[in-house]
Each structure stands twice: as C-alpha cells, then as structure tokens.
C-alpha cells in the first residue's frame, strides 16, 4: 500500500485570533476520503476485538493520567466542561467499552474512529465531504446563529466548527443535521482537534490511522 501521506497531505484548518490569544496550542486540521461509510470487513471487527482484549480494565482507569487524554480535561476545564460529568472522547469511548465488555462493531467509520481515538488519544470528527464547504476551521459562534437541526440560537462566542458559510457542529458536541455522515455520504471529510499538549504529529497520526482503517476496512 502506498503511503497515503503523500497521496493526500492533511490540511490545517483556520482559527479565530481570539481563540488562538485565549486558547494557544488549538487548532484543527482534517483530510478528505473518497468513500462512505458502510459495513465493517471481518478484518476491522478482528482488529477491534483485538484491540478490545488489549485495552483492560487497568487501562482505562489510568487512561486520564496520559499525556494526551489529560491535556483534553484541562481544556475541557477551561471551556467550562466538567471532564467527569462530560468525559473527553477517548474517555467516552473507553467507558463504553467497560459497560459493553469490548468495543462492539458499528459500522466502518465509527470503528475506525473507535480505533484511532484508542491508539491515538486525539478527538476526531467525520462531516459529509459534499455537505460542507472547505475550508474548515474554528471559531466563534455569531449572536442569532444556530446549529441546524438544533432549537434555538446559540450561546454567542460559543467555540464551534465552522466551514465557509455556517458552523456545522459544536467542538465537543452535537453536529449540524446533515453535514454529519449518513448512508447516502459518498466523500467523508476527518478531522481532529488539538489542544495545548497535545504534538502535531499526534493529530497527524490520529488522522492517518483512520484513513488506513477505512482502506483496509
């Protein structure tokens, strides 16, 4: 397999200057894939059974100590989350795996996310390449914006992504209703959001396991 580094290099998304003053070391980068979604080969579900019997309980109870998954609670802190009651990504996805007793297989994407979020730490998220326009970035929600499919008007200066035109989902949170993959998405857009403490090469790499995921899925 070719390397898909040189085949399609990520994109750094843009910020908002007053989140890069306020929040230094946020940022956004993504990738886009030339398929959807789907049904997971036998050879995704065995790596994420796998992947399920390596991840134990020990893991996941020290799992907030690392690096990476620390840096996100004490973003999460200073946005105003409470990573307890709110658990980062990585967190949510190691927690289900504790109440279900292994990360059970959902369909391609979600399981190449389930598995790059494991191995990586870094949040990721998935739009409908051709319900969104590039470039992506981050920035601040507008007094009298709202996230469609959503009720009501957002919390001025809420932190949202956003594409040319409107914001398509919260940083942590819900996504606009229709820019998120469905059955009829036919090109995905990945994407991943750093946060102080957490290196470039992490979020590349989160990026990359998804993309190889998806190739071999």
């Known amino acids: 397999m070719s390397d898909p580094v040189d085949d399609r290099p990520?994109?750094?998304?843009?910020?908002?200057?007053?989140?890069?003053?306020?929040?230094?070391?946020?940022?956004?980068?993504?990738?886009?894939?030339?398929?959807g979604s789907g049904r997971s080969s036998r050879a995704l579900k065995e790596r994420l059974r796998v992947l399920s019997d390596r991840f134990t309980g020990a893991?996941?109870?020290?799992?907030?100590?690392?690096?990476?998954?620390?840096a996100y609670r004490v973003f999460f802190r200073h946005i105003g989350l409470d990573p307890d009651e709110q658990p980062t990504p990585v967190e949510e996805?190691?927690?289900?795996?504790?109440?279900?007793?292994?990360?059970?297989?959902?369909?391609?994407?979600?399981?190449?996310?389930?598995i790059a979020t494991i191995e990586s730490g870094v949040a990721l998220r998935a739009f409908d390449a051709d319900r969104v326009s590039v470039p992506l970035g981050l920035r601040l929600s507008h007094r009298g914006e709202g996230l469609e499919g959503r009720r009501g008007e957002l919390p001025p200066g809420t932190i949202v992504i956003a594409d040319r035109g409107r914001p398509i989902g919260l940083l942590f949170g819900a996504i606009a209703a229709g820019r998120g993959v469905s059955p009829k998405t036919r090109r995905m857009l990945l994407s991943s959001i750093q946060v102080k403490g957490v290196p470039d090469i992490a979020v590349?790499?989160?990026?990359?396991?998804?993309?190889?995921?998806?190739e071999t899925g």
Do not use: C, H
């Open 93 to 114: 996805i190691a927690l289900e795996r504790m109440k279900k007793g292994g990360f059970v297989s959902q369909n391609l994407l979600d399981d190449a996310l389930t």
């Open 10 to 35: 990520t994109e750094a998304g843009f910020l908002d200057p007053s989140l890069r003053d306020e929040f230094p070391g946020l940022g956004l980068r993504y990738v886009s894939v030339d398929r």
């Open 59 to 70: 893991q996941a109870i020290t799992l907030r100590r690392r690096p990476i998954p620390s």
């Open 204 to 214: 590349e790499e989160a990026l990359w396991l998804v993309v190889e995921a998806l």
